[in-house]
């Protein structure tokens, strides 16, 4: 076992060129997918957070039981769209980092609603009725209360990304797995294991590890800085 972490390790520092263009693929992917998440998840998530309408708790539900999805459930969906044979397939996305990202961003986007509500949720409601007092537009009020609510929103975003960097299913199955163009760590880890290239899959395991704890401690070091 000690051989072969050695022998990873190595090969990290060799400079394999096909080992760095998985991991950008990862990441690339993900931070796509998580921004595109994000834009739709902040604004619906201040409007359950702050708002009362009919329906709400309906919402809620809903939201989280679209959470608790297994990746490979979103992936059958999406590829059932966007298949030949579905409504989408003349679009040809199918094994295409856009496919990935449609997958990605159904996955994160739930989660991160979810965490942005709970967060506006808990702050003080009279914050918007004084914004609106001193003559706030809705728009400026949308990003102020965002901005006092901005840690715990953050640390949303941020779930949402290692909600999407670390998932197999949507990835080999609306990806395919392509060598240089949708092969990200994820898939990468189950097919080199799978062919007994145990160092190879090992390497790609620490890099995932570290972008993990990165993230990590980006968001530690934020809310340290921030108190």
Not at 109 to 123: D, E, G, K, M, N
């Amino acid at each position: 076992m000690l051989g072969a972490f050695g022998r990873a390790v190595q090969l990290l520092f060799s400079g394999n060129k096909e080992v760095f263009f998985i991991a950008w693929t990862s990441l690339r992917l993900s931070l796509v997918s998580v921004v595109i998440a994000s834009s739709l998840s902040l604004p619906l998530g201040f409007l359950i957070g702050l708002k009362s309408f009919r329906g709400k708790k309906g919402v809620i539900a809903f939201l989280n039981a679209l959470i608790a999805l297994p990746t490979v459930v979103v992936g059958l969906l999406v590829y059932s769209f966007i298949s030949r044979a579905g409504p989408l397939g003349s679009l040809g996305l199918l094994f295409s980092p856009g496919a990935i990202n449609i997958g990605q961003v159904i996955l994160c986007f739930p989660l991160i609603t979810s965490l942005v509500y709970s967060a506006l949720s808990r702050l003080d409601r009279r914050l918007p009725e004084t914004l609106i007092t001193l003559g706030a537009k809705h728009v400026e009020i949308f990003w102020m209360t965002l901005r006092e609510g901005r840690i715990a929103i953050l640390s949303a975003i941020l779930s949402g990304f290692g909600r999407v960097v670390g998932e197999v299913g949507v990835a080999m199955m609306l990806g395919g797995n392509i060598r240089w163009y949708t092969r990200t760590l994820t898939t990468a880890i189950a097919l080199e294991t799978s062919k007994g290239e145990f160092e190879l899959g090992l390497a790609l395991g620490l890099i995932l590890m570290a972008i993990a704890f990165l993230v990590n401690f980006t968001l530690h070091g934020i809310i340290k800085h921030e108190h």
